[in-house]
């Protein structure tokens, strides 16, 4: 069972802002909310608002249109007509404004970048919007170049196509698995899927695989903006190409002109990941053979292929949506000759700081406004991959591994043309960027909307709240007969045809199923979790010597986390603690765990379901590195609306195990 590393502050009922569990019971998709502004009113000001229907159709009149800055064509918001768009480039801090309530100082209310967006009534009612994705196997890619054969795409595209919403609305996506050889779940990476965690796409935990044929609904409300990535999340189908881009338009922490877009940046396999999988579980280090750029990259071995290409307006600014989608690779990302505006790091909007280069991690998402300031011209966009945190093809030059003095390939990905006719190649110089693999340092991310802990965990922190990271061995034939890596004490191993979601009553789970229990009185107030990824803590391997450490990117379903200390020393129950920041810590849904260090962090238990956390690194998760963070285990059936709100999920399993019986998968990894 798992390990427990929590604590209740009743003092910090003030700030729990989550929304609490009363009405809940009515189902997350038709409970009654009161638009508000979440800045100027208080709570007795809410009362007094009449009462709204909650979401409204795109036909219902009359109704406020928004057009977001560079939206897909014909894309509208469309909001209750009370609102008004103050979003300006100029303004792109503010959302909507109020035209009924005028304040004391006689201004509009609104909604804007200050809005906690964490509290659901705060959270501008938009509309419902239905999207349509088909998962395709074994189609050829070519997106280096090289054609994979073993591509597993959305629609025929990769990456998959865009799904785009407003701040505030319902999101309805039909996903139909027509891949024959395999199940497949889909994953809203960052989504908070609050109440609805039967929607969070991880087959084994929250759902059944979608069998061959069958389709599932998938349907949750879109509480954060900005811009993320949805992917797969069965076994290692998104380093296949099994991922999209998803932006969800709202206020920004800085202004801007032109929205390019989303740039999804993945390391790229040219056989399946299925078949290089097996050279993370013979204990060596899995590789990629190159990066692309929103699907566009070169084959080292061969040169062949393209670069990913985006025009910049002369004195406009520009927003860059970046998004880490790699299998194995961390990078530095950088443009040659511009610096750049930092003003979100994976849905939460932070107070913008200036940058040169940027540090990316698997999975986590940065969006930066550019400035086209310089010489109109031709610059490279570089990718390139932190020392330590990377591994191509083995046969390239330097084995394939990028470090400080030697580079396998080139780091230039991607062309920003000042000219879209032009064709030359850049002959920019790159900035003196770090290639060193860490987050951004934490001290410059700072959430617009702050979470204070003004409670010290140091007095309910004991040895067996630990969750160290490391490499176990399990001969055991039914789980691989490999090394594993694992969290404390266990490593993942799920059931693909018996998800927790459908065992919310289980005392005991008995498939090695990792759990992390988040007790059910605690309600309020933050649980912290120290995880550790020290050389000390490694299992010897077969052959007797100690798994290295290495940087493990940690991502958290169903909540955001603050990271309180990020340290790459071993942690020392003594004097770490003095490392802890709790004045507005840097808050994200994915954390790197330093290679021989550790990292502190804290949740609001405010979310109640089973939450897979897991290392982002596509080959390591395989292998076993996650848990379920099970949170207030009796009230989560009541928090999804009651068992009617599993029908779907119930139908889509029988579909799954009647699918497995006939083809039964042999599973040769945690499943996810
Ligand atoms: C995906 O493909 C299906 C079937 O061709 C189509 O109906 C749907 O509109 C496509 N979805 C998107 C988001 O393009
Ligand atoms: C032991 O195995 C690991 C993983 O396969 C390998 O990296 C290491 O070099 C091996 N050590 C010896 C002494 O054979
Ligand atoms: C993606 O994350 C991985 C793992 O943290 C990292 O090695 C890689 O450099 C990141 N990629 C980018 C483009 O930042
Ligand atoms: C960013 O670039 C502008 C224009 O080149 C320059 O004035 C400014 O000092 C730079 N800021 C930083 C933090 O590098
Ligand atoms: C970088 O890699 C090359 C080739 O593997 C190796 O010879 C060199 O020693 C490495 N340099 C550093 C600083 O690790
Ligand atoms: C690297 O880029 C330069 C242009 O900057 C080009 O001449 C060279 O061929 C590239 N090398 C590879 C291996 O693509
Ligand atoms: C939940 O408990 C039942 C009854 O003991 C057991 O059959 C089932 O396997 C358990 N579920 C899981 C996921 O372990
Ligand atoms: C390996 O895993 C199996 C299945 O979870 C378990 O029964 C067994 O005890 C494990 N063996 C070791 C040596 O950890
Ligand atoms: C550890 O972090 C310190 C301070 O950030 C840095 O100077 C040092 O190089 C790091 N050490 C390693 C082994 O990464
Ligand atoms: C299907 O999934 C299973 C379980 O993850 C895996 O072992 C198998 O290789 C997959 N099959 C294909 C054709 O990808
Ligand atoms: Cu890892």
């Known amino acids: 069972m798992g390990f427990l590393k929590s604590c209740l502050d009743a003092l910090l009922q003030v700030l729990a802002l ?59 918001c469309v909001y209750p007509k009370r609102w008004k768009s103050c979003n300006t480039p100029g303004s792109r801090d503010c959302w909507l404004s109020d035209t009924e309530s005028v304040d004391e100082l006689g201004a509009y209310s609104q909604i804007d970048i200050t809005t906690d967006y964490e509290n659901v009534e705060a959270t501008p009612r938009g509309i419902t919007r239905e999207y349509w994705l088909e998962v395709n196997g074994d189609v050829t890619v070519t997106a280096d170049g090289f054609p994979k054969t073993s591509g597993k795409v959305f629609n025929h595209t990769f990456p998959g196509p865009l799904i785009e919403a407003c701040w505030g609305d319902e999101l309805v996506i039909h996903v139909k698995n027509n891949y024959a050889a395999n199940g497949t779940a889909i994953h809203w990476h960052g989504i908070r899927q609050l109440h609805t965690m039967q929607m969070d796409g991880v087959n084994g935990v929250t759902q059944c695989p979608i069998a061959f044929g069958d389709t599932f609904t998938y349907k949750f409300r879109a509480l954060q903006y900005g811009h993320t990535w949805y992917h797969s999340h069965y076994s290692l189908q998104y380093a296949d190409g099994l991922a999209g881009p998803l932006v969800i338009h709202g206020p920004s922490s800085s202004n801007w002109d032109i929205d390019l877009g989303p740039v999804l940046i993945q390391d790229y396999v040219h056989n399946s990941a ?36 985006t025009t910049f307006t002369k004195g406009k600014k520009h927003v860059l949506r970046l998004v880490n ?35 990316i991690g698997i999975g986590q998402r940065y969006m930066i406004v550019v400035e086209a300031d310089q010489e109109p011209g031709d610059y490279w966009m570089r990718t390139h991959p932190a020392t330590g945190c990377n591994a191509f093809t083995p046969t390239l030059p330097c084995k394939g591994t990028f470090n400080a003095t030697c580079e396998p390939f080139n780091v230039t990905t991607g062309i920003i043309r000042y000219d879209a006719s032009s064709t030359a190649l850049p002959t920019s110089e790159p900035w003196p960027y770090s290639r ?17 802990i003004d409670h010290h965990p140091i007095n309910e922190i004991s040895e067996n709240r630990f969750a160290a990271v490391h490499q176990t061995v399990n001969s055991s034939a039914a789980t691989g007969g490999y090394a594993h890596w694992e969290l404390t004490p266990d490593f993942l191993w799920l059931d693909f045809g018996n998800p927790t979601i459908l065992n919310l009553d289980n005392a005991t789970y008995e498939r090695n199923s990792n759990f992390h229990i988040v007790a059910d009185d605690f309600r309020e107030g933050y649980v912290f979790m120290i995880l550790e990824a020290s050389a000390k803590t490694s299992l010897p391997l077969p052959n007797g010597t100690l798994a290295l450490a290495v940087t493990h990117p940690l991502h958290w379903h169903g909540m955001d986390v603050v990271v309180l200390s990020q340290q790459n020393t071993t942690f020392d129950p003594v004097t770490s603690y003095q490392t802890f920041n709790f004045v507005n810590p840097p808050r994200r849904d994915v954390v790197l765990l330093p290679a021989g260090g550790y990292v502190a962090i804290a949740f609001k238990p405010d979310n109640p379901g089973a939450w897979l956390m897991h290392c982002h690194i596509a080959w390591h998760a395989s292998a076993g590195l996650g848990l379920q963070v099970l949170e207030r285990q009796d009230e989560v059936l009541r928090s999804l609306g009651g068992s009617k709100a599993l029908a779907e999920t119930k139908r889509v399993c029988r579909n799954w195990n009647r699918y497995n019986g006939v083809h039964p998968v042999d599973q040769d990894d945690s499943g996810i």
């Open 325 to 359: 989608g790699s299998a194995g690779t961390q990078y530095v990302f950088s443009i040659d000759g511009h610096n750049f505006t930092v003003i979100e790091t994976d849905l939460v909007p932070i107070q913008p700081y200036t940058a040169t280069s940027l540090n």
């Open 274 to 309: 299925f078949v290089r999988y097996d050279v993370e579980i013979a204990g060596r280090i899995a590789y990629a053979d190159s990066i692309v750029v929103n699907g566009a990259g070169h084959d080292p071995a061969t040169g062949t292929g393209s670069y990913f290409t």
């Open 436 to 452: 060193t693999c860490a987050d951004e340092p934490y001290e410059s991310l700072k959430p617009i909307v702050p979470w204070v």
């Open 18 to 76: 989550g929304p609490q569990l009363n009405g809940v019971g009515s189902g997350a998709f038709d409970d009654p909310q009161l638009v508000f502004n979440g800045k100027h009113q208080t709570g007795k000001d809410i009362a007094q608002k009449p009462l709204e229907p909650a979401f409204i159709s795109p036909s219902s009149p009359p109704t406020t249109i928004l057009e977001p800055e560079n939206a897909s064509p014909g894309f509208k």
